[in-house]
């Protein structure tokens, strides 16, 4: 299901960039709120020690 497909996009383990940011995308989210996620996102793509923090924040923004 769609949940489970968004926990494993937001798995720390798995972690890639774009499929986190098309998931912040397809979500319901305000314009400001996806774009701060996804410079998140960004970052973490490129400092691992970012991931779960990245992760975390678009989870708790998706209220999981």
Request: proline share 5%; net charge negative.
């Amino acid at each position: 299901g769609a949940m489970a497909d968004a926990m494993a996009v937001l798995d720390p383990a798995s972690f890639d960039a774009a499929k986190v940011a098309g998931l912040i995308d397809a979500s319901p989210l305000d314009d400001a709120t996806k774009a701060t996620l996804k410079s998140g996102v960004e970052a973490a793509a490129t400092n691992p020690a970012l991931v779960e923090g990245a992760v975390n924040a678009v989870k708790t923004a998706l209220g999981m």
